[in-house]
């Protein structure tokens, strides 16, 4: 995401620099950029209107707490990280330095191309109003969502961690097998599944396990699950077939909720036919 950032404030007009411990690839992003690679942190920052953080999730803290002292004044700071109950508390000292302070998500990956129809979650540090105003005009295409720390983590949870490790888990089972002959005899669920699974497994695993061990809810939901799971294997290993069949109406009475669930079956065949 840092890479994306540069590039897309360069495309705004503004002068950026960076820093990275990653030499290498920092080099070949200032190359092929044009920004301006400083040699750490504080020099990056010195001289900014706005400093962003695009960090490890558990690096940020004290990536914050090491910045504070030395921003330039006035000057603002945003940080992206996908966890926030454990950084709002340092911005709110950051704030106190006299520092504009900005707490947001983007709900997208590097991969996007325009922000038109993306959306960024803000977290409220102090002020509110003037918070979203600032995310407004930095990113002034993508929608904004208002949410607490705690209630976006908790989303976290069940957005980020549940799914990666539904697809971690199954990618271990199948990719143990002939994944030729199951590509050729696999369904739409199938592909679509493995499409799912792939994507997450050829990203950075130190991000996916940062995901995973320091969102405080993830347990309880990754509890939660196993429990579910145990329940329905049991109906199937011993054919009780009013159990499974009650279960799996439960499940599709709470799904109904969804305004979207009656045209989920048209939307997987769109989605794989976009594939």
């Known amino acids: 995401m840092g890479k994306w950032l540069i590039r897309y404030f360069l495309a705004q007009g503004h002068e950026v620099t960076f820093s990275d411990v990653r030499h290498d690839e920092a080099t070949a992003v200032a190359k092929s950029t044009g920004a301006k690679l400083a040699d750490g942190n504080l020099e990056a920052a010195k001289?900014?209107?706005?400093?962003?953080?695009?960090?490890?999730?558990?690096?940020?803290?004290?990536?914050?707490?090491?910045?504070?002292?030395?921003?330039?004044?006035?000057?603002?700071?945003?940080?992206?990280?996908?966890?926030k109950t454990q950084v709002v508390p340092v911005l709110v000292k950051v704030a106190k330095r006299g520092v504009t302070v900005l707490s947001i998500h983007p709900l997208f990956g590097p991969g996007v191309q325009q922000l038109m129809g993306e959306k960024i979650a803000l977290v409220p540090v102090v002020d509110p109003a003037s918070e979203l105003k600032l995310a407004k005009s930095l990113f002034p295409e993508a929608e904004i969502i208002i949410v607490d720390a705690e209630e976006h983590d908790k989303a976290m949870a069940?957005?980020?961690?549940?799914?990666?490790?539904?697809?971690?888990?199954?990618?271990?089972?199948?990719?143990?097998?002939?994944l030729d002959?199951?590509?050729?005899?696999?369904?739409?669920?199938?592909?679509?599944?493995?499409?799912?699974?792939?994507?997450?497994?050829?990203?950075?695993?130190?991000?996916?396990?940062?995901?995973?061990?320091?969102?405080?809810?993830?347990?309880?939901?990754?509890?939660?699950?196993?429990?579910?799971?145990?329940?329905?294997?049991?109906?199937?290993?011993?054919?009780?077939?009013?159990?499974?069949?009650?279960?799996?109406r439960d499940v599709q009475a709470l799904l109904s909720r969804d305004e979207d669930f009656a045209t989920a079956y048209e939307r997987m065949y769109r989605a794989l036919g976009a594939l």
């Open 158 to 178: 069940l957005t980020l961690s549940l799914p990666h490790f539904l697809n971690i888990v199954f990618a271990s089972v199948v990719g143990d097998e002939n």
């Open 181 to 248: 002959v199951l590509k050729k005899l696999g369904g739409t669920t199938f592909k679509l599944q493995l499409v799912l699974s792939e994507s997450v497994l050829s990203e950075d695993p130190s991000l996916y396990a940062s995901i995973q061990m320091s969102n405080t809810y993830s347990a309880h939901f990754l509890d939660k699950l196993m429990t579910n799971a145990l329940t329905l294997r049991d109906h199937v290993t011993t054919k009780d077939l009013k159990g499974f069949l009650q279960l799996y």
């Open 47 to 83: 001289d900014a209107d706005l400093v962003i953080l695009a960090t490890p999730i558990e690096a940020t803290p004290e990536a914050l707490a090491d910045l504070a002292p030395n921003l330039p004044r006035p000057s603002s700071i945003m940080e992206i990280s996908s966890l």
